[in-house]
């Protein structure tokens, strides 16, 4: 069996990597999908694109229409979302891609620290699991995929 994984969320560390890495590692069946996390790229696409707002609204309105193309695409055909929160910025662009998942009736995997549980505690309700490092993550799809319990 083969999973269609999304990974959504923070792009400010390599939590993406590491999930790659793992599962390479476990010889696990994944195919991942992500949003553009080249921050200037994903911030002006829109205008790149589709030409010079002098707004900034307007000019992150295009980007964020252009961007939500790719978006519900991965998610819509991801078997999995994985949705990260990390600590530096407040990801309200995570929430709406868990709550999409959620609305879609994904499998969703919510990561983030202990320190957000309460502030995530609705986000994490709609979720399958809530993990709080990238290896749990793999653990989580190893054990969808063949019922293999962590070692150790």
Known sequence: MQLK????????TDWRDEIRAGVKAAG????????????????????????????????????????SIRTRK?????????????????????AFDAGYAAALGKSLIVLHGAEHAHALKEVD????AVAE??????SLLRYVLTGALPRG
């Open 5 to 12: 994984v999304y990974l959504s969320g923070e792009i400010h």
């Open 28 to 67: 696990l069946d994944v195919r991942f999908s992500e949003p553009v996390t080249d921050h200037a790229a994903s911030d002006d696409c829109g205008v790149a694109i589709l030409g010079d707002e002098q707004d900034k609204f307007w000019h992150d309105h295009k980007g964020a229409l252009l961007n």
């Open 74 to 94: 991965g998610i819509e055909d991801a078997d999995v979302v994985v949705v990260r929160f990390g600590d530096k910025y407040r990801q309200w662009n995570a």
């Open 125 to 128: 309700a709609a979720a399958q």
């Open 133 to 138: 490092t990238p290896a749990q993550v793999v």
